[in-house]
């Protein structure tokens, strides 16, 4: 008994204090074993977005001895101040033996050189992870970033820490829950020294589910001889999309930016040159609309044809440089005057009074009941976020706008040419050549073709794609389809500049006044046959001129480039070792995206130039 109280009093009065330390600097702690995010490839499985190895600083806030000491040596290394660690250490005052975030992608050098300091703070740990690596600039694959405190209010049942990454824009936010994963735990018990005690050795480790890497249509060379042939300095876009799948082969915004600026802080200069007037982070693809000008002429056309009032060998007012309607004269981009002429000739010299007097002809809700039904409204659904709408004015909007609904020749008369309230966006405009080329069936345009990784699975199976016919007749079709065709190849085409040996040509320009510059914006849009449908190009440049002096010919280049490396493009590529499953062949996977592999996953003034 004497020696069990004097264990007793060692233990409880001199000792006590010392254990008491021991106990309280052992705990649990908790580490998240972050998912590796799914990357992002071409259509060959070339890389677009990978994951690179970084180096990662980790803050315990549960450990915390000497909160200024800690800042000041944050603020020196890192720049975080004294508010914003005591800010970060509230907001996870309920988890204070999971590890926060502080600073990513540090450098292996300042790794080993500020090692040694770690050890005046136990609350810090250097760690290895992952980072995004973007292969070139552009606006589809958007970037990721640190969660913020809407986004986590909102994802914060879906497992996402204070820590977590997330999709901002573009191809990471759209398909964020396939590339993200499902994160892992580490349970385990520590020393005061954090070294690990070792209690849990079984059912303490709960593995990560990694992100599904994306397969897309684009294919990075065609990708890059757009670029290279964009005009330097030019704002606008390039579109090329595979008329047999909807899928886009090549998708280039310019002025854009490098999303590789949004893996790291910030800088004031990098900030400030992201929000200069050319705004290179708009993506003027989808997240602007323009007035398309005549490429918008087949619409106009089409309702024409489609409620009789015009044939294919009709013909209207003769053009003598311009219409007269009511006390105004309206002006042809020619102001010599083409004659009286009939629709397809109308479309290969883009005579703008033909169109004047043709929707003169027609009531104006069914003109804009055919645009909506074209496409050329609404949004196309690309797998992408925020896409903008177009718009086309009915009745009743003149109603509303102007306290009128009749008397409104004036207002049709631009409309009818793609002006006045007409604004499209460039992949709407797009979209409509697709479904021309694919003798009026619109199909819905998209960039994911498949997943690879943990599970396969096609676009299909995530969304099946939208497919409708255009409210054209096949004789309007074939009529439009030959009106293009005139314009690349019948004497007084506008775009005569198109010219790929071995294909037959289509394609429309237009030069589209606006309110924000003296040019016109500069429009192509247009598609080449070889034995079926091949590619359509959509050429846009704000500010730029004529759409046959300025997009023709970059179209023309890309529609050859396209021909001359053929066998390359439409080859598919083997599934890479690590995409395979067990017992898979190492043939090709389909020849477009569109084959299922087996689970397992957009005046009168018509530039002269056109």
Request: aromatic residues 10%.
């Amino acid at each position: 008994m004497l020696l069990l109280l004097v264990s007793l009093f060692r233990l409880q009065v001199v000792k006590g204090e010392y254990y008491q330390r021991i106990a309280e600097s052992n705990f649990v702690r908790i580490r998240r074993i972050v998912a590796t995010r799914g990357e992002i490839y071409d259509a060959k499985y070339r890389p677009i977005v990978t994951n690179i190895p970084s180096h990662n600083l980790y803050l315990t806030s549960g450990r915390i001895g000497n909160t200024e000491k800690l800042a000041a040596f944050l603020n020196e290394h890192f720049g975080l101040g004294l508010e914003e660690l005591r800010e970060l250490v509230f907001k996870q005052r309920f988890k204070t033996y999971e590890e926060i975030l502080l600073a990513d992608n540090i450098t292996y050098e300042t790794v080993l050189a500020l090692s040694e300091r770690l050890d005046q703070f136990p609350e810090l740990n250097f760690r290895s992870g992952t980072t995004r690596g973007y292969m070139y600039p552009n606006h589809f694959s958007g970037y990721v970033g640190r969660i913020n405190e809407r986004e986590y209010a909102i994802y914060a049942s879906e497992d996402y820490s204070l820590n977590a990454y997330i999709g901002k824009t573009g191809l990471e936010a759209y398909y964020e829950v396939l590339l993200r994963g499902k994160d892992g735990r580490e349970i385990i018990q520590v020393d005061a020294q954090g070294r690990s005690l070792e209690f849990f050795r079984e059912n303490a480790y709960m593995a990560p589910q990694n992100g599904l890497s994306l397969v897309l249509s684009i294919d990075n060379d065609l990708q890059a001889f757009a670029a290279q042939v964009f005009p330097p300095g030019r704002k606008g876009c390039i579109i090329v999309s595979d008329v047999k799948t909807g899928g886009i082969l090549a998708y280039l915004s310019k002025p854009d930016y490098d999303p590789n600026v949004f893996m790291q802080r910030i800088s004031p200069e990098v900030w400030a040159s992201l929000n200069v007037p050319e705004k290179p982070l708009l993506d003027r693809i989808i997240h602007a609309s323009y007035p398309p000008g005549s490429v918008y002429k087949p619409i106009t056309g089409s309702i024409g044809l489609e409620k009789g009032v015009i044939n294919r060998f009709t013909r209207l007012a003769s053009c003598t440089g311009g219409l007269k309607i009511g006390n105004r004269f309206f002006r042809c981009w020619n102001a010599g005057g083409h004659g009286s002429l009939n629709i397809v000739d109308a479309l290969r010299v883009s005579c703008d009074v033909f169109f004047y007097d043709l929707i003169n002809k027609l009531d104006l809700d069914a003109v804009a009941a055919n645009a909506d039904a074209c496409g050329v409204v609404h949004k196309t659904g690309i797998d992408l976020p925020n896409e903008r709408g177009g718009f086309y004015p009915d009745r009743e909007y003149y109603r509303k706008k102007l306290g009128m609904s009749s008397g409104l020749a004036g207002y049709k008369a631009n409309l009818a040419i793609g002006q006045g309230e007409v604004l499209t966006t460039p992949l709407q405009l797009n979209a409509l050549y697709v479904a021309i080329a694919r003798n009026g069936e619109w199909i819905q345009p998209h960039l994911l073709v498949k997943t690879v990784g943990n599970s396969r699975i096609t676009r299909e199976q995530i969304e099946p794609l939208r497919k409708y016919q255009m409210p054209w007749s096949q004789n309007t079709v074939q009529i439009i389809q030959d009106g293009l065709w005139a314009v690349t190849n019948a004497p007084g085409g506008t775009a005569r500049a198109i010219n790929v040996p071995g294909t037959t040509t289509f394609g429309k320009t237009g030069s589209a006044e606006n309110f924000m510059g003296k040019l016109t914006h500069a429009w192509f849009s247009g598609y080449i046959v070889t034995d079926e449908p091949e590619i359509v190009v959509t050429v846009f440049m704000e500010n730029a001129g004529g759409g046959g002096a300025m997009c023709a010919p970059v179209a023309n280049r890309i529609f050859n480039y396209y021909i001359g490396n053929l066998d390359m493009i439409r080859t598919p590529a083997p599934v890479p070792p690590q995409f395979r499953t067990e017992g898979e062949e190492l043939e090709p996977d389909g020849d477009s995206g569109e084959t299922e592999v087996p689970a397992e996953p957009e005046t009168q003034a018509e530039a002269a130039g056109e």
